[in-house]
């Protein structure tokens, strides 16, 4: 089992920025993608960005040049850097892992006033 807590959420105005953070409870050599998803009330769940294990950035088409993910393999932390956020980027932010299992993190929120 692997187990995901994100950080580094909160309030902030428009035009700010925030940086997420998602430490793995254990490196897992299964895991194939990891990365961040978002959903926004009312709203299906979308994918913000991921990392494959070969390293190919994916990144939503509403974040990009705005966001950007990268990872600290040492401790099994993945970033997001969210810059220029408006207020549509309201959502709780969600980290994932695939691997061989599915796995989701609590989810931390975001919200960006106008």
Do not use: H
Not at 44 to 51: D, G, I, K, S, Y
Not at 76 to 98: F, G, H, W
Not at 104 to 113: A, H, R
């Amino acid at each position: 089992q692997v187990q995901l807590v994100e950080s580094g959420g909160g309030l902030v105005q428009a035009g700010g920025s925030l940086r997420l953070s998602c430490a793995a409870s254990r490196r897992s050599i299964s895991i194939n993608v990891m990365g961040w998803y978002r959903q926004a009330p009312g709203k299906q769940r979308e994918l913000v960005a991921t990392f494959t294990s070969g390293g190919t950035t994916n990144y939503g088409a509403s974040v990009k040049g705005r966001f950007t993910i990268s990872r600290d393999n040492a401790k099994n932390t993945v970033y997001l850097q969210m810059n220029s956020l408006k207020p549509e980027d309201t959502a709780v932010y969600y980290c994932r892992a695939i691997g061989l299992n599915d796995y989701w993190g609590q989810g931390t929120q975001v919200s960006v006033s106008s």
